[in-house]
């Protein structure tokens, strides 16, 4: 199979971005994501994503995204930026696109030209709280959230704020943020039998009530260089808690991304970051 590719990154998380309109099954290329993820033998990226014609009414697109070990996601934060600055590189796109992605609809809008590429504000959706829709085995079959509970890996306790932001994450609040507990304690976490399909962890510092720091251990990658659903995790754990406002700025090792919220459960999260093409080839 010969693949014409675009290479696209937002905040150092990067993506083979391919156009499979034409491919038949597009989960042979699912099947192929390590290869193409591979730094050495392949491209080289954190992820896979298919540009696919939309199915769902509302939808212009629909995007597939593979992680670099083979396994689909249903949402990427980042990704879905990257989405839409291939539509914009490739001719295919308005100033807003509406993109079907497992997570369901995702509205994505070109907010002008930055630094690094096109800036990019994403209608996130709703976090989600309850224990059944991250999903996340509380420590009550009744509890509506999974907020601030304790969760055990490798002897170690922490306090765990679990939110789904179309796909599952793990929110820990740390005074610092150093390689042995990222590294150490987020694919220990994952492992745990409290979250059925794993889970993205983030560690997270607060700087103040508007801004924070975070590094995360994504599933299907490992530490990645940024995480736009984390980030959207984070932030609405922090508000969740009374730890930030609604408007925060989250640096992760990548770059920074805006994130918003007005705290109510049932109104979506906006994530405003920039996204550029690399460059493009075949293999």
């Given at each position: 199979?010969?693949?014409?590719?675009?290479?696209?990154?937002?905040?150092?998380?990067?993506?083979?971005?391919?156009?499979?309109?034409?491919?038949?099954?597009?989960?042979?290329?699912?099947?192929?994501?390590?290869?193409?993820?591979?730094?050495?033998?392949?491209?080289?990226?954190?992820?896979?994503?298919?540009?696919?014609?939309?199915?769902?009414?509302?939808?212009?697109?629909?995007?597939r995204i593979f992680n670099s070990d083979g396994s689909e996601a249903e949402m990427c934060g980042n990704g879905v930026r990257c989405f839409g600055e291939y539509l914009r590189a490739t001719g295919r796109a308005a100033e807003r696109v509406a993109i079907e992605t497992l997570a369901g609809l995702i509205e994505v809008e070109f907010a002008?030209?930055?630094?690094?590429?096109?800036?990019?504000?994403?209608?996130?959706?709703?976090?989600?709280?309850?224990?059944?829709?991250?999903?996340?085995?509380?420590?009550?079959?009744?509890?509506?959230?999974?907020?601030?509970?304790?969760?055990?890996?490798?002897?170690r306790a922490f306090a765990v704020t679990a939110v789904s932001m179309g796909n599952p994450h793990a929110v820990i609040f740390a005074d610092e943020l150093g390689d042995d507990l990222v590294q150490t304690y987020g694919p220990a976490i994952q492992k745990t039998a409290y979250f059925p399909k794993s889970v993205n962890v983030e560690f997270v510092k607060v700087l103040s009530s508007n801004e924070i720091r975070m590094r995360v251990y994504e599933r299907g990658c490992g530490e990645t260089q940024a995480c736009g659903t984390g980030a959207c995790a984070a932030v609405a754990a922090g508000i969740a808690?009374?730890?930030?406002?609604?408007?925060?700025?989250?640096?992760?090792?990548?770059?920074?991304?805006?994130?918003?919220?007005?705290?109510?459960?049932?109104?979506?999260?906006?994530?405003?970051?920039?996204?550029?093409?690399?460059?493009?080839?075949?293999i």
């Open positions: 199979m010969n693949l014409q590719f675009i290479k696209a990154e937002g905040l150092g998380n990067d993506f083979v971005m391919l156009d499979c309109a034409g491919v038949p099954q597009s989960d042979e290329v699912g099947a192929k994501a390590r290869v193409l993820c591979d730094r050495r033998l392949g491209v080289g990226a954190d992820g896979v994503i298919c540009v696919l014609p939309a199915a769902m009414p509302g939808a212009d697109y629909r995007m002008g030209a930055g630094e690094r590429g096109g800036q990019y504000r994403v209608n996130m959706g709703p976090p989600k709280f309850a224990p059944k829709d991250i999903p996340v085995l509380p420590a009550d079959l009744n509890d509506t959230d999974f907020v601030m509970k304790e969760v055990s890996a490798l002897g808690t009374e730890k930030l406002e609604n408007d925060v700025t989250v640096h992760l090792l990548g770059g920074d991304l805006g994130i918003s919220w007005d705290g109510y459960w049932e109104h979506p999260v906006y994530m405003t970051g920039p996204a550029r093409v690399v460059f493009g080839g075949s």
